[in-house]
């Protein structure tokens, strides 16, 4: 019975692979079965092959499938900290050069990289050029995130003077103003394919690489290094780590915030081969 159950998991796995390019098999198995348990309860489907059936003879429902796989939770300046410490850690060097290539990776709605954009407006203001790419693999957020509109809620742990500069009240929602908005490039990237090429100054991947199995998320850490410039930065979510031999590719500057900065080829990182 068990197996049986295990055998439609694997087909049901392909099935989605198959019609939303999603692969299962870089997601933590367990993640998985969770987030497809909520939708298979939501649906009154007690079997992975019950569920299937649907998927088949409904396939609007892999809309509301992939909406539940992808969990597409964020907030302005979620864990202001990490914000604070880039703010003191990236922003004095970067005041010197002459123009910043960002990637927000996993960008959901889009409030990580218009927090971004908010701190670099703010600390940078004319002294250096900027440009920031936000990618995710949900086509649904991409577009939430284009629109730029949002409930209060979102809005919670942003500073107060950030709220007054850069959003305007309508509608019942808040709009993000087009000078933030026109500076971000919103594009569809699923990270368990082909990357988008570097180089960039920061690479900010946070609370996504928790639900990819350890090799997928230690290739990603090979990846970010290459495409990061020297003296580039990683910024990691805040229950996310490096894992294993890649440890040597990055020093760390902030081990709470999950801060990193790229090594020098010359440095340890050298004897990885990537
Ligand atoms: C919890 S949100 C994180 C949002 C933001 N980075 C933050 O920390 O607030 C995770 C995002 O990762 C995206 N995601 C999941 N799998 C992905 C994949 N294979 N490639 C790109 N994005 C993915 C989801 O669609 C979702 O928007």
């Not at 409904?58 to 864990?79: G, H, M």
């Not at 600390?123 to 949900?138: K, N, Q, R, V």
């Amino acid at each position: 019975m068990i197996l049986a159950d295990e055998r439609h998991f694997g087909d049901l796995c392909q099935l989605i692979f198959k019609q939303v390019g999603l692969d299962c098999k870089q997601y933590k198995v367990n993640y998985l079965k969770r987030r497809l348990a909520v939708r298979m309860r939501a649906t009154k489907k007690g079997t992975y092959q019950e569920y299937e059936e649907l998927l088949k003879d409904k396939p609007e429902e892999f809309k509301w499938l992939l909406d539940r796989l992808t969990i597409n939770v964020s907030n302005f300046y979620r864990d202001p900290m990490v914000y604070e410490q880039m703010e003191k850690l990236l922003l004095p060097g970067w005041r010197k050069q002459r123009k910043l290539r960002i990637w927000s990776a996993g960008c959901a709605n889009g409030e990580e990289p218009y927090s971004v954009a908010m701190m670099l407006q703010k600390g940078l203001a004319t002294l250096c050029d900027w440009e920031i790419l936000a990618t995710d693999i949900d086509p649904a957020v991409l577009e939430s995130a284009r629109l730029g509109k949002y409930d209060k809620e979102s809005l919670k742990t942003l500073p107060a003077e950030l709220k007054d500069r850069y959003f305007k009240f309508c509608d019942e929602r808040w709009a993000i103003k087009n000078e933030l908005k026109k500076r971000i490039d919103f594009q569809i990237q699923d990270l368990t394919g082909p990357l988008p090429n570097g180089a960039f100054d920061l690479i900010i991947c946070r609370n996504v690489l928790i639900y990819f199995i350890p090799e997928l998320q230690e290739r990603l850490f090979r990846d970010f290094y290459q495409r990061l410039r020297p003296d580039g930065y990683l910024v990691l979510g805040k229950t996310e780590t490096l894992l294993g031999e890649v440890r040597k590719l990055y020093h760390m500057l902030d081990v709470r915030e999950r801060i990193y900065k790229k090594k020098a080829a010359d440095s340890d990182a050298g004897s990885l081969s990537i």
